[in-house]
């Protein structure tokens, strides 16, 4: 048994941030989240999953640095709030809040996250995370479906949910929460797939 898997196992009582931003790293690399004391542990993502997040977060940021927005993108960040924990698989943040020396970032900076569906999280990216996400006020949400065809589902915050607001296949010019435009191309996140992740 693990490190990990022994402080999970003793662990007695509702988690708090500071029990799971304590945990060492896990061997397979799972992440663990906390929402109100209820710890979650999504397993590692796989290559498809990397492959994807990798070539979206260029995307994002290639926009960014052509608009001069004043946001950052990270893959795998740790946002929080006094009682909760994400790890989104890309989160695009208020440049401002960000410091450079630590990997947590408070949830309300948040402008645009993205969550990627794999077989074993489809309800948490489907269901739980932008309920959590919308309750948050965070005002973009994106989420990208590997099966059976990629496509990325843009939501935008309409008072205390999501309302989807496109679904892509192609190129599009995708607008983010009034703030900035990314220059989405699905095709090339296909194609980074299809090349085995080569660039």
């Known amino acids: 048994m693990s490190v990990a898997e022994t402080r999970v196992d003793d662990h007695e009582g509702p988690w708090t941030v500071e029990d799971v931003l304590a945990l060492p790293e896990h061997p397979a690399r ?35 640095e052509r608009s001069g927005a004043p946001f950052v993108a990270a893959e ?3 946002v929080r709030t006094e009682t909760r924990l994400f790890i989104p698989d890309i989160a695009v943040m208020d440049h ?7 990997l947590i970032v408070p949830l309300e900076a948040m402008v645009l ?15 739980l995370k932008p309920a959590l996400y919308a309750q948050a006020k965070v005002p973009a949400y994106w989420r990208v479906e590997l099966q059976p065809d990629l496509h990325v589902v843009a939501h935008e915050l309409a008072t205390d949910t999501y309302r989807e607001v496109a679904t892509i296949t ?4 995708v607008e983010v929460a009034g703030e900035f435009t990314v220059d989405l191309d ?14």
């Open 30 to 64: 799972a992440r663990f989240e906390v929402v109100d004391g209820v710890l979650m542990m999504s397993p590692a993502p796989s290559l498809a999953h990397q492959t994807v997040a990798y070539e979206l977060h260029k995307q994002l940021e290639d926009s960014l």
């Open 76 to 78: 795998t960040v740790n």
């Open 96 to 102: 401002s809040a960000v410091e450079w020396d630590t």
């Open 113 to 127: 996250l993205v969550e990627i569906v794999s077989p074993r999280n489809q309800s948490m990216d489907r269901i």
């Open 170 to 173: 192609g190129k599009q010019a």
């Open 186 to 199: 699905v095709p090339a996140l296909r194609g980074r797939l299809a090349r085995g992740g080569r660039p």
